[in-house]
């Protein structure tokens, strides 16, 4: 008989058994598929037709690797890089309900199919499940094995192979859903106590209708005034207990917090990787930015297709979508053209060469932002997010105002709970102009201490572009 070995996990009679493992590991959701024959650590994984599915719920890093060099399939484009995402945390649950972290596991996503594949399996310790080793694979006696990847509210991965579970699991598998529209995942929800319940208690007790001086925590936990103007963000991490932070998992259970005293606030502040900005900041300045006492500024909204008419430069997506065509033979072959983002097709269709790009009048890119740079921006991180209201009064308070707390931060008793979005929804944003870019850099040539860049991507009305960037949207009220 085949040797097995501390990472196969045989005979779960039913799906609930499965829960029980992963909730021990904080998990509040997994991904089960069920693996065809040849899936092992040699072949990949076919998970969905991109990242998006994972990005979603688990912390990934994207970057990109080397061109492809496949010649063998027919959708195959010799010379396109290939993008991948690296979990943050991927850890192998053993029998004994130990974790072992991989050493790096990924999802490669494969533009031209399209497809996204997992690999890099092995553990630090070099181990993998037997399960899906190549050798097991091509004995005689396979069993049926299925993947369970669980998420932990801050995008950590804990996976495991079921291998010939009991026909109450296997019934119980089919009758689940499909996961974000995937053909071959499914969603196995775990219940438990989880963040979301946590964090509305601490803001009904130590939030909602109060009224707080501005403060924020120093490094050693102390509480310090705050006088700047995130003042209503500080104010807010310090009220519920955290200390500020440039975490992609969220602020607290692996939620985001965003404070505001406007409708209209920031999303987030990714800064280009490509074009001149990138290249040559000084010139990108001096190019299309405005002076004023000797200081180059750059400003005013840029939405999708709009042309800017103080800096004359116009936001656009471009992509290189695939075109099938014959040649004098008849013969199909995959051509790739270049052409702007339809919202029309699936996100999945059009991620080949795809960016945001700030281009000029004749076509030059001034800046530029690459899929995986608004990926690593957009993800787990803001697949829960709770927008708290706030208004910022001055603290007349005579004994505090001597100790340098100069504002108070008055907190509403409702807030905005946002949950489930996806780089498709992001895109459909920008490209509808509902998310834009309202930059702020500054060059100065005389004093480079001055100098700053800032890309502030923004909404208008946070009550009205939620519908449009998260699958449910909730008004809490906390009292």
Known sequence: MYKFNHFDHFDLPDLESAKQLLQAHNCNIALIKALPKNANDKNQVYIHSDASLLNSIFALEFSDREASTSQTKKLSKPGKKIPEAVFESFSWLGLDGQLAKTRACKAIVYAQYPEARLSGFLTTDGEIPR??????????????RYLLIGATKTGEAIAMIAVAPGPTFVKEFKELENYFGSSVCKALIIEQENGTKKLEAILRTHVAEKTLIGCRFDREGNTIPFTGTQVHGYTLEHACGIKPNADKNGDIFGIELKCFTRKKLTLFTPEPDGGLYKDNFNLFMTT????????????????????????????????????????????????????????????????????????????????????????????????????????????????????????????????????????????????????????????????????????????????????????????????
């Not at 399960?131 to 049926?144: A, F, M, Q």
């Open 288 to 479: 299309h930015g405005y002076k004023k006492d000797g200081v180059y500024r750059l400003t005013g909204l840029h939405r999708a297709y709009k042309e800017n008419p103080r800096t004359e430069l116009t936001l656009k997506i471009v992509c290189q979508h695939a075109i099938k065509k014959k040649d004098e033979t008849g013969k199909k072959h995959l051509q790739y053209e270049a052409g702007y983002y339809n919202p029309e097709i699936p996100i999945t269709k059009q991620m080949t060469d795809m960016k945001v790009v700030l281009e000029d009048r004749v076509g030059n890119i001034a800046a530029s932002w690459s899929l995986e740079r608004l990926l690593n921006c957009w993800g787990a991180k803001h697949n829960e997010v709770v927008y708290v209201p706030a208004e910022k009064i001055p603290n007349e308070d005579e004994d505090t105002l001597k100790e340098g707390y100069k504002w108070k931060i008055k907190f509403s008793n409702k807030v905005l709970w946002c949950n489930k979005t996806s780089v498709e929804k992001l895109f459909q944003a920008i490209h509808n102009g509902t998310v834009y870019l309202d930059p702020a850099p500054k060059y100065n040539p005389n004093n480079a201490k001055d100098n700053k860049r800032r890309s502030q991507w923004r909404i208008n009305d946070i009550y009205k572009a939620a519908e449009s960037l998260y699958v449910d949207v909730n008004t809490l009220t906390l009292i």
């Open 131 to 144: 399960s899906i080793s190549i050798d097991y694979t091509k004995s005689k006696e396979l069993l049926p």
